[in-house]
């Protein structure tokens, strides 16, 4: 990045963590948008320039999350399955968790522990799952080579989302053990399924197990 794009990124981070430490502090509820901006030493009018709202600052690290997963799976092999596909873009996801600094590590924790903590923002961050679920089975549909209304996308990503919420349900003050909960996760996933499972159906032939890849 450029001088002027440095400056801005430390300008959002330090946003970020003014908030985070704020809510944490005073309680989200509590904290005012001058309050955080005040602990930057910039005016509310410069808060807005990088973050719409509250909310919008306290779940900006769970959208970015989301934003580089389906970055992942874009790029993804268009041969792969589409669970291999999203399970393998996942690892790369705990690749990126674990080279971490102190402080990005820090800055997770933090947000994880605000959210769960706070109701409001705990359903806009389901709200932001439901979100990009849509998007998921968009990109799985577009693999597959049918509509996203078709049924297949929909239990494909409904499946690994689902395995996403029982991870992100057990403890997460450790990023590790959430990253190594997760792969147990997805392995177990894997053999569980049968070879196959998530190719496309052809009309006629549901039910049919298909030979092994």
């Not at 981070?13 to 901006?37: K, P, S, W």
């Not at 109701?119 to 080579?145: C, I, K």
Request: net charge negative; aromatic share 6%.
């Amino acid at each position: 990045m450029g001088l002027r794009e440095r400056k801005k990124q430390r300008t959002r981070d330090a946003l970020f963590d003014a908030a985070l430490d704020l809510f944490l502090t005073r309680g989200y509820e509590a904290t005012t948008v001058e309050q955080i901006a005040a602990e930057v030493d910039v005016s509310s009018r410069t808060f807005f320039r990088y973050f719409a709202s509250k909310e919008d600052v306290a779940l900006s690290l769970t959208a970015e999350e989301q934003d580089m997963f389906l970055a992942e799976l874009v790029t993804r092999p268009e041969s792969e399955p589409p669970f291999t596909a999203l399970s393998q873009s996942m690892r790369a996801m705990l690749g990126i968790l674990r080279e971490l600094d102190e402080a990005g590590t820090s800055r997770i924790l933090k947000a994880r522990r605000l959210i769960h903590s706070t109701p409001s923002l705990l359903a806009g961050g389901m709200r932001l799952v439901r979100e990009n679920e849509r998007r998921l089975v968009a990109e799985v549909a577009r693999r597959m080579g049918v509509p996203p209304d078709d049924l297949q996308p929909q239990f494909v990503v409904s499946l690994f989302v689902g395995i996403g919420l029982l991870c992100l349900n057990g403890p997460t003050e450790d990023l590790g053990d959430m990253a190594r909960r997760y792969e147990d996760l997805l392995t177990l996933a894997e053999r569980s399924l049968q070879p196959g499972w998530d190719l496309p159906v052809r009309p006629g032939t549901a039910g049919v197990v298909p030979p092994p890849r």
